[in-house]
Protein backbone atom coordinates (compact mmCIF):
# COMPACT_ATOMS: atom_id res chain seq x y z
CA UNK A 1 0.00 0.00 0.00
CA UNK A 2 1.97 3.60 -0.67
CA UNK A 3 1.06 5.55 2.54
CA UNK A 4 2.00 9.12 0.80
CA UNK A 5 -0.89 8.41 -2.01
CA UNK A 6 -3.00 7.40 1.30
CA UNK A 7 -2.28 10.37 2.85
CA UNK A 8 -2.57 13.27 0.45
CA UNK A 9 -5.87 12.20 -0.48
CA UNK A 10 -6.40 12.13 3.08
CA UNK A 11 -5.32 15.55 3.53
CA UNK A 12 -7.69 17.15 0.42
CA UNK A 13 -10.33 15.90 2.08
CA UNK A 14 -9.45 17.04 5.02
CA UNK A 15 -8.95 20.56 3.77
CA UNK A 16 -12.20 20.69 1.89
CA UNK A 17 -13.80 20.16 5.72
CA UNK A 18 -12.41 23.10 7.04
CA UNK A 19 -13.03 24.98 4.07
CA UNK A 20 -17.26 24.15 4.66
CA UNK A 21 -16.13 24.94 8.57
CA UNK A 22 -14.54 28.02 7.75
CA UNK A 23 -17.47 29.32 5.71
CA UNK A 24 -20.02 28.17 8.62
CA UNK A 25 -18.06 29.91 11.63
CA UNK A 26 -19.40 33.02 12.70
CA UNK A 27 -17.22 35.52 14.45
CA UNK A 28 -17.48 35.92 18.20
CA UNK A 29 -17.14 39.77 18.77
CA UNK A 30 -15.86 38.85 22.55
CA UNK A 31 -12.14 37.68 21.37
CA UNK A 32 -9.68 39.97 21.16
CA UNK A 33 -9.02 42.08 17.78
CA UNK A 34 -5.26 40.90 17.82
CA UNK A 35 -6.61 37.29 17.51
CA UNK A 36 -9.35 37.32 15.58
CA UNK A 37 -6.89 37.06 12.17
CA UNK A 38 -5.18 34.28 13.51
CA UNK A 39 -8.25 32.55 14.60
CA UNK A 40 -9.55 32.70 11.14
CA UNK A 41 -6.77 31.81 9.38
CA UNK A 42 -6.27 28.55 11.71
CA UNK A 43 -10.26 28.03 11.09
CA UNK A 44 -9.95 28.67 7.48
CA UNK A 45 -6.65 26.53 7.30
CA UNK A 46 -4.45 29.36 6.55
CA UNK A 47 -1.34 27.67 8.13
CA UNK A 48 -1.38 25.03 5.34
CA UNK A 49 2.52 23.85 6.31
CA UNK A 50 1.95 23.08 10.21
CA UNK A 51 -1.62 21.20 9.31
CA UNK A 52 -0.18 19.18 6.72
CA UNK A 53 2.37 17.50 8.83
CA UNK A 54 -0.02 16.72 11.60
CA UNK A 55 -2.34 15.31 9.38
CA UNK A 56 0.40 13.23 7.61
CA UNK A 57 1.80 12.07 11.11
CA UNK A 58 -1.64 10.43 12.20
CA UNK A 59 -2.54 9.01 8.41
CA UNK A 60 0.83 7.11 8.13
CA UNK A 61 0.30 5.97 12.08
CA UNK A 62 -2.99 5.07 10.83
CA UNK A 63 -1.79 2.74 7.71
CA UNK A 64 0.94 1.50 9.56
CA UNK A 65 -1.34 -0.13 11.72
CA UNK A 66 -3.87 -1.64 8.87
CA UNK A 67 -0.62 -2.68 7.23
CA UNK A 68 0.52 -4.52 10.57
CA UNK A 69 -3.08 -6.09 10.93
CA UNK A 70 -3.57 -7.12 7.22
CA UNK A 71 0.14 -9.07 7.96
CA UNK A 72 -1.38 -10.61 10.72
CA UNK A 73 -4.63 -12.10 9.23
CA UNK A 74 -2.94 -13.00 6.28
CA UNK A 75 0.12 -14.91 8.79
CA UNK A 76 -3.27 -16.38 10.28
CA UNK A 77 -5.03 -17.57 6.81
CA UNK A 78 -1.70 -19.08 6.18
CA UNK A 79 -0.95 -21.12 9.32
CA UNK A 80 -4.94 -21.97 8.87
CA UNK A 81 -4.41 -22.81 4.84
CA UNK A 82 -1.65 -25.60 6.11
CA UNK A 83 -3.42 -26.92 9.21
CA UNK A 84 -5.66 -27.60 6.43
CA UNK A 85 -4.28 -29.80 3.93
CA UNK A 86 -3.02 -32.60 5.74
CA UNK A 87 -6.47 -33.02 7.16
CA UNK A 88 -8.24 -33.28 3.79
CA UNK A 89 -5.07 -34.94 2.92
CA UNK A 90 -5.96 -37.80 5.69
CA UNK A 91 -9.69 -37.47 4.37
CA UNK A 92 -9.05 -38.43 0.90
CA UNK A 93 -6.34 -41.10 2.49
CA UNK A 94 -9.12 -42.86 4.39
CA UNK A 95 -11.82 -42.49 1.66
CA UNK A 96 -9.41 -44.47 -0.73
CA UNK A 97 -8.65 -46.61 1.65
CA UNK A 98 -12.43 -46.94 2.53
CA UNK A 99 -12.71 -47.16 -1.36
CA UNK A 100 -9.95 -50.11 -1.58
CA UNK A 101 -11.86 -52.10 1.21
CA UNK A 102 -15.29 -51.85 -1.18
CA UNK A 103 -13.09 -53.34 -4.50
CA UNK A 104 -11.57 -55.77 -2.15
CA UNK A 105 -15.08 -57.27 -1.08
CA UNK A 106 -16.34 -56.84 -4.50
CA UNK A 107 -14.06 -58.65 -6.04
CA UNK A 108 -14.63 -61.29 -3.21
CA UNK A 109 -18.10 -61.19 -3.69
CA UNK A 110 -17.29 -61.62 -7.43
CA UNK A 111 -14.98 -64.75 -6.79
CA UNK A 112 -17.47 -66.09 -4.36
CA UNK A 113 -20.23 -65.86 -7.04
CA UNK A 114 -17.80 -67.27 -9.50
CA UNK A 115 -17.81 -70.64 -6.96
CA UNK A 116 -21.67 -70.78 -6.44
CA UNK A 117 -22.23 -70.69 -10.45
CA UNK A 118 -19.78 -73.78 -10.47
CA UNK A 119 -21.44 -75.61 -7.89
CA UNK A 120 -24.94 -74.67 -9.72
CA UNK A 121 -23.63 -75.82 -13.07
CA UNK A 122 -22.09 -79.17 -12.02
CA UNK A 123 -25.71 -79.69 -9.66
CA UNK A 124 -27.42 -78.65 -13.46
CA UNK A 125 -25.42 -80.82 -15.08
CA UNK A 126 -25.79 -83.49 -12.90
CA UNK A 127 -29.52 -82.73 -12.46
CA UNK A 128 -29.65 -82.90 -16.55
CA UNK A 129 -27.86 -86.02 -16.74
CA UNK A 130 -30.59 -87.47 -14.40
CA UNK A 131 -33.34 -86.34 -15.84
CA UNK A 132 -32.15 -87.90 -19.01
CA UNK A 133 -31.51 -90.98 -17.56
CA UNK A 134 -35.18 -91.49 -16.28
CA UNK A 135 -36.77 -89.90 -19.65
CA UNK A 136 -34.73 -92.57 -21.29
CA UNK A 137 -36.66 -95.15 -19.00
CA UNK A 138 -39.85 -93.76 -19.32
CA UNK A 139 -39.47 -93.84 -22.78
CA UNK A 140 -38.93 -97.46 -22.73
CA UNK A 141 -41.71 -97.98 -20.54
CA UNK A 142 -43.73 -95.73 -23.40
CA UNK A 143 -42.65 -98.28 -25.93
CA UNK A 144 -43.17 -101.15 -23.90
CA UNK A 145 -46.57 -100.31 -23.11
CA UNK A 146 -46.92 -99.83 -27.18
CA UNK A 147 -45.44 -103.06 -27.50
CA UNK A 148 -48.48 -104.03 -25.03
CA UNK A 149 -50.86 -102.56 -27.15
CA UNK A 150 -49.90 -103.91 -30.57
CA UNK A 151 -49.65 -107.23 -29.08
CA UNK A 152 -53.33 -107.43 -27.14
CA UNK A 153 -55.47 -104.46 -28.74
CA UNK A 154 -54.59 -104.22 -32.01
CA UNK A 155 -56.00 -107.98 -32.34
CA UNK A 156 -59.29 -106.55 -31.18
CA UNK A 157 -59.76 -104.43 -34.54
CA UNK A 158 -59.81 -108.10 -36.37
CA UNK A 159 -62.43 -109.87 -33.39
CA UNK A 160 -65.08 -111.42 -34.62
CA UNK A 161 -63.29 -111.93 -38.62
CA UNK A 162 -63.20 -115.46 -39.43
CA UNK A 163 -59.89 -116.28 -37.93
CA UNK A 164 -60.32 -114.21 -34.88
CA UNK A 165 -64.30 -115.48 -34.30
CA UNK A 166 -65.86 -114.56 -30.68
CA UNK A 167 -68.08 -116.65 -28.58
CA UNK A 168 -70.54 -113.84 -29.03
CA UNK A 169 -71.42 -110.62 -29.38
CA UNK A 170 -70.68 -108.92 -25.53
CA UNK A 171 -67.17 -109.46 -26.60
CA UNK A 172 -67.16 -107.54 -29.65
CA UNK A 173 -65.43 -103.86 -28.52
CA UNK A 174 -67.88 -101.24 -28.15
CA UNK A 175 -66.43 -99.23 -30.83
CA UNK A 176 -66.86 -101.27 -33.11
CA UNK A 177 -69.78 -100.82 -35.79
CA UNK A 178 -72.65 -103.02 -36.21
CA UNK A 179 -72.76 -105.53 -38.56
CA UNK A 180 -71.91 -109.09 -39.40
CA UNK A 181 -69.29 -110.66 -37.25
CA UNK A 182 -68.45 -114.76 -36.68
CA UNK A 183 -68.50 -116.54 -33.31
CA UNK A 184 -67.52 -119.87 -32.23
CA UNK A 185 -69.28 -121.83 -29.00
CA UNK A 186 -69.15 -125.07 -27.69
CA UNK A 187 -72.22 -126.09 -29.49
CA UNK A 188 -70.92 -125.04 -33.02
CA UNK A 189 -68.40 -126.79 -34.93
CA UNK A 190 -67.47 -124.61 -36.30
CA UNK A 191 -67.69 -120.05 -36.67
CA UNK A 192 -71.08 -119.09 -37.84
CA UNK A 193 -71.64 -115.53 -38.28
CA UNK A 194 -74.04 -113.30 -37.02
CA UNK A 195 -75.60 -110.16 -36.88
CA UNK A 196 -74.50 -108.06 -33.96
CA UNK A 197 -76.13 -104.74 -33.12
CA UNK A 198 -73.92 -102.51 -30.83
CA UNK A 199 -76.87 -99.62 -30.65
CA UNK A 200 -79.38 -101.23 -29.59
CA UNK A 201 -81.20 -98.18 -27.60
CA UNK A 202 -84.24 -98.67 -29.18
CA UNK A 203 -85.04 -101.60 -26.52
CA UNK A 204 -85.92 -99.78 -23.10
CA UNK A 205 -83.00 -102.16 -21.35
CA UNK A 206 -81.16 -99.24 -20.52
CA UNK A 207 -78.40 -100.88 -22.23
CA UNK A 208 -76.19 -100.74 -25.65
CA UNK A 209 -73.52 -102.96 -27.40
CA UNK A 210 -73.06 -106.48 -27.91
CA UNK A 211 -76.69 -107.28 -28.88
CA UNK A 212 -77.18 -110.79 -31.22
CA UNK A 213 -79.78 -110.84 -33.23
CA UNK A 214 -81.33 -114.19 -33.49
CA UNK A 215 -84.67 -113.20 -35.59
CA UNK A 216 -85.02 -111.18 -38.70
CA UNK A 217 -87.90 -111.68 -40.94
CA UNK A 218 -89.20 -108.70 -43.05
CA UNK A 219 -91.48 -109.64 -45.44
CA UNK A 220 -91.84 -106.24 -46.60
CA UNK A 221 -88.34 -107.20 -48.61
CA UNK A 222 -89.68 -109.55 -51.58
CA UNK A 223 -86.25 -111.72 -51.52
CA UNK A 224 -87.41 -112.93 -47.64
CA UNK A 225 -89.77 -116.14 -47.53
CA UNK A 226 -91.66 -116.93 -44.63
CA UNK A 227 -90.08 -119.66 -42.32
CA UNK A 228 -91.12 -123.32 -42.80
CA UNK A 229 -94.60 -123.93 -41.80
CA UNK A 230 -95.73 -120.91 -42.21
CA UNK A 231 -98.28 -119.40 -44.76
CA UNK A 232 -97.69 -116.79 -47.06
CA UNK A 233 -100.34 -114.08 -46.65
CA UNK A 234 -100.02 -112.25 -50.05
CA UNK A 235 -102.56 -109.35 -50.12
CA UNK A 236 -102.88 -106.85 -53.47
CA UNK A 237 -105.15 -104.46 -52.20
CA UNK A 238 -102.69 -102.70 -50.41
CA UNK A 239 -100.07 -105.09 -50.96
CA UNK A 240 -98.76 -106.35 -48.15
CA UNK A 241 -96.86 -109.68 -47.91
CA UNK A 242 -96.68 -111.85 -44.28
CA UNK A 243 -96.54 -115.14 -42.81
CA UNK A 244 -99.56 -116.62 -40.84
CA UNK A 245 -100.79 -120.02 -39.59
CA UNK A 246 -102.02 -122.66 -42.27
CA UNK A 247 -105.05 -123.60 -41.22
CA UNK A 248 -106.41 -125.54 -38.40
CA UNK A 249 -107.07 -124.35 -35.24
CA UNK A 250 -103.30 -124.76 -33.01
CA UNK A 251 -100.09 -123.27 -33.11
CA UNK A 252 -97.59 -122.99 -36.06
CA UNK A 253 -93.49 -122.11 -34.27
CA UNK A 254 -90.37 -121.70 -35.60
CA UNK A 255 -87.08 -121.79 -33.51
CA UNK A 256 -83.96 -118.89 -33.75
CA UNK A 257 -80.67 -120.53 -32.81
CA UNK A 258 -78.93 -119.23 -30.48
CA UNK A 259 -75.84 -121.32 -30.75
CA UNK A 260 -75.10 -121.44 -27.97
CA UNK A 261 -74.53 -118.40 -26.85
CA UNK A 262 -75.75 -117.29 -23.37
CA UNK A 263 -77.91 -114.60 -22.49
CA UNK A 264 -80.31 -113.15 -19.83
CA UNK A 265 -81.99 -110.27 -21.57
CA UNK A 266 -84.13 -110.47 -24.61
CA UNK A 267 -85.25 -107.23 -26.51
CA UNK A 268 -87.58 -107.16 -30.01
CA UNK A 269 -90.89 -106.42 -32.27
CA UNK A 270 -93.18 -108.17 -33.74
CA UNK A 271 -95.50 -106.49 -36.16
CA UNK A 272 -98.49 -107.72 -37.80
CA UNK A 273 -102.23 -107.39 -39.18
CA UNK A 274 -105.73 -108.61 -37.66
CA UNK A 275 -107.42 -111.00 -39.89
CA UNK A 276 -111.25 -111.47 -39.24
CA UNK A 277 -111.74 -112.08 -35.54
CA UNK A 278 -109.16 -113.34 -32.94
CA UNK A 279 -110.08 -112.85 -29.50
CA UNK A 280 -106.77 -112.13 -27.64
CA UNK A 281 -106.64 -114.09 -24.21
CA UNK A 282 -110.39 -115.57 -24.94
CA UNK A 283 -108.47 -119.36 -25.28
CA UNK A 284 -107.37 -119.05 -21.81
CA UNK A 285 -110.47 -117.46 -20.38
CA UNK A 286 -112.58 -120.22 -22.03
CA UNK A 287 -109.73 -123.14 -20.45
CA UNK A 288 -108.08 -121.70 -17.61
CA UNK A 289 -106.26 -125.18 -17.30
CA UNK A 290 -104.31 -124.80 -20.81
CA UNK A 291 -100.50 -123.92 -20.08
CA UNK A 292 -97.90 -121.64 -21.27
CA UNK A 293 -97.14 -125.10 -23.88
CA UNK A 294 -100.84 -124.69 -25.62
CA UNK A 295 -102.97 -122.39 -27.24
CA UNK A 296 -103.43 -119.67 -24.20
CA UNK A 297 -103.56 -117.02 -26.82
CA UNK A 298 -105.06 -115.85 -30.22
CA UNK A 299 -101.88 -114.71 -31.46
CA UNK A 300 -97.94 -114.57 -30.84
CA UNK A 301 -96.19 -116.48 -28.05
CA UNK A 302 -92.70 -115.98 -27.44
CA UNK A 303 -90.81 -118.45 -25.21
CA UNK A 304 -87.44 -120.38 -24.95
CA UNK A 305 -87.05 -123.88 -24.11
CA UNK A 306 -88.93 -126.81 -23.94
CA UNK A 307 -91.35 -128.47 -22.03
CA UNK A 308 -92.39 -126.24 -19.95
CA UNK A 309 -91.63 -123.24 -22.60
CA UNK A 310 -90.46 -120.28 -20.70
CA UNK A 311 -92.22 -117.19 -21.40
CA UNK A 312 -90.62 -113.87 -22.77
CA UNK A 313 -93.12 -111.91 -24.50
CA UNK A 314 -97.15 -112.09 -25.77
CA UNK A 315 -98.29 -110.70 -28.31
CA UNK A 316 -102.41 -110.92 -28.03
CA UNK A 317 -104.89 -109.91 -31.00
CA UNK A 318 -108.19 -108.75 -29.94
CA UNK A 319 -111.66 -108.24 -31.86
CA UNK A 320 -112.19 -104.69 -32.20
CA UNK A 321 -112.78 -102.07 -29.19
CA UNK A 322 -116.86 -101.62 -29.00
CA UNK A 323 -116.80 -104.48 -26.24
CA UNK A 324 -115.27 -105.36 -23.03
CA UNK A 325 -115.84 -108.83 -22.59
CA UNK A 326 -112.99 -111.36 -22.62
CA UNK A 327 -112.37 -111.10 -26.31
CA UNK A 328 -111.08 -107.75 -26.12
CA UNK A 329 -107.48 -106.56 -24.74
CA UNK A 330 -107.78 -105.64 -21.25
CA UNK A 331 -106.62 -101.77 -22.23
CA UNK A 332 -109.25 -101.57 -24.94
CA UNK A 333 -111.69 -100.24 -22.32
CA UNK A 334 -109.99 -99.12 -18.91
CA UNK A 335 -113.27 -97.33 -18.02
CA UNK A 336 -115.17 -100.59 -18.24
CA UNK A 337 -114.21 -103.60 -16.38
CA UNK A 338 -112.49 -106.07 -18.33
CA UNK A 339 -114.31 -109.38 -17.81
CA UNK A 340 -111.45 -111.58 -19.20
CA UNK A 341 -108.48 -112.88 -17.78
CA UNK A 342 -104.78 -113.05 -18.72
CA UNK A 343 -102.49 -115.97 -18.07
CA UNK A 344 -101.06 -115.64 -15.04
CA UNK A 345 -97.80 -117.60 -15.96
CA UNK A 346 -97.05 -114.40 -18.69
CA UNK A 347 -97.98 -111.70 -15.91
CA UNK A 348 -97.38 -108.32 -17.43
CA UNK A 349 -95.11 -109.14 -20.42
CA UNK A 350 -97.29 -108.55 -23.17
CA UNK A 351 -99.03 -106.11 -26.08
CA UNK A 352 -102.19 -106.15 -26.82
CA UNK A 353 -103.96 -104.35 -29.76
CA UNK A 354 -106.65 -104.72 -32.14
CA UNK A 355 -106.91 -103.37 -36.11
CA UNK A 356 -110.95 -102.37 -35.48
CA UNK A 357 -112.23 -99.40 -34.43
CA UNK A 358 -115.56 -100.25 -34.83
CA UNK A 359 -117.66 -103.76 -34.54
CA UNK A 360 -115.03 -106.66 -36.09
CA UNK A 361 -115.98 -107.91 -39.86
CA UNK A 362 -114.35 -110.71 -41.38
CA UNK A 363 -111.86 -108.91 -43.14
CA UNK A 364 -108.16 -108.59 -43.09
CA UNK A 365 -107.57 -104.99 -41.45
CA UNK A 366 -104.87 -104.01 -43.82
CA UNK A 367 -104.90 -100.42 -42.42
CA UNK A 368 -103.65 -100.30 -39.27
CA UNK A 369 -100.63 -103.17 -37.96
CA UNK A 370 -100.66 -104.47 -34.36
CA UNK A 371 -98.74 -103.89 -31.50
CA UNK A 372 -96.79 -101.29 -33.74
CA UNK A 373 -98.06 -98.46 -30.80
CA UNK A 374 -100.34 -96.40 -33.69
CA UNK A 375 -103.52 -96.23 -34.15
CA UNK A 376 -105.11 -97.13 -31.10
CA UNK A 377 -108.99 -95.34 -30.29
CA UNK A 378 -109.67 -92.58 -27.99
CA UNK A 379 -110.70 -94.55 -25.20
CA UNK A 380 -107.78 -97.22 -25.72
CA UNK A 381 -104.50 -97.29 -23.65
CA UNK A 382 -103.06 -100.44 -25.59
CA UNK A 383 -100.72 -97.91 -27.64
CA UNK A 384 -99.00 -97.11 -24.42
CA UNK A 385 -98.95 -100.13 -22.27
CA UNK A 386 -95.61 -101.50 -21.83
CA UNK A 387 -94.39 -99.10 -25.26
CA UNK A 388 -94.92 -101.26 -28.08
CA UNK A 389 -93.14 -101.77 -30.70
CA UNK A 390 -89.87 -102.67 -28.79
CA UNK A 391 -90.22 -104.83 -25.59
CA UNK A 392 -87.23 -105.40 -23.06
CA UNK A 393 -87.24 -108.82 -21.31
CA UNK A 394 -84.53 -109.46 -18.11
CA UNK A 395 -84.67 -113.53 -17.84
CA UNK A 396 -84.64 -114.76 -14.18
CA UNK A 397 -82.08 -116.63 -14.91
CA UNK A 398 -78.91 -116.84 -17.74
CA UNK A 399 -79.37 -119.50 -20.55
CA UNK A 400 -78.63 -120.39 -23.52
CA UNK A 401 -81.65 -122.06 -24.85
CA UNK A 402 -82.95 -121.55 -28.62
CA UNK A 403 -85.94 -119.10 -28.74
CA UNK A 404 -89.21 -119.93 -30.02
CA UNK A 405 -91.81 -117.99 -31.65
CA UNK A 406 -95.09 -119.60 -32.16
CA UNK A 407 -98.21 -118.05 -33.67
CA UNK A 408 -101.52 -120.06 -32.62
CA UNK A 409 -105.18 -119.95 -32.60
CA UNK A 410 -108.07 -121.97 -30.72
CA UNK A 411 -110.32 -121.51 -34.69
CA UNK A 412 -109.47 -122.17 -37.66
CA UNK A 413 -107.72 -119.47 -39.89
CA UNK A 414 -111.18 -118.72 -42.00
CA UNK A 415 -112.13 -117.15 -38.86
CA UNK A 416 -109.18 -115.87 -37.38
CA UNK A 417 -105.85 -115.13 -37.68
CA UNK A 418 -102.85 -112.65 -36.72
CA UNK A 419 -100.25 -113.11 -39.66
CA UNK A 420 -97.00 -111.07 -39.18
CA UNK A 421 -94.84 -108.94 -41.54
CA UNK A 422 -92.02 -108.13 -39.08
CA UNK A 423 -90.51 -110.39 -36.72
CA UNK A 424 -86.86 -108.80 -34.94
CA UNK A 425 -85.19 -110.54 -31.63
CA UNK A 426 -81.87 -109.55 -30.00
CA UNK A 427 -80.00 -111.35 -27.29
CA UNK A 428 -77.16 -110.26 -24.79
Not at 32 to 50: H, I, Y
Not at 208 to 228: E, F, H, K
Not at 391 to 404: A, G, R, S, V, Y
Request: glycine share 6%; hydrophobic share 30%; aromatic share 8%.
Amino acid sequence: MDKDVVCNAAYNLHSREEENTYNSVVVDSTLPPDNKEEDLDLAAGRDVSVKEKKVRRKCYAVVTIIALVMAVLSLIVALVGVSYVPIELNNQQGQLSSSSQGVESQINRIQLSNEQCKILITDLHTKLNNSNRMFQAQLNHLNQQIQVIFQNIIPTLRLGTLSYPVSSCSDIPQYQPSGEYWIATNSTSSPVQVYCDMDRTSCSCNTTGGWMRVANLDMIDSNQNCPDGFRLVNRTTPPTRTCGRPGPAGCVSTTYPTYGVEYSRVCGRVIGYQDKSPDAFAPYFVNTTVTIDDVYVDSVSLTHGQSPHQHIWTFANANDETKSDHSVCPCTRPDRNYTGVVPPFIGQNYFCETGSRQAYSFIFYSDDPVWDGQGCGSNSTCCQFNNPPWFCKQLPHPTTNDIELRICGNQHTSDEDTPLEIVEIFVQ
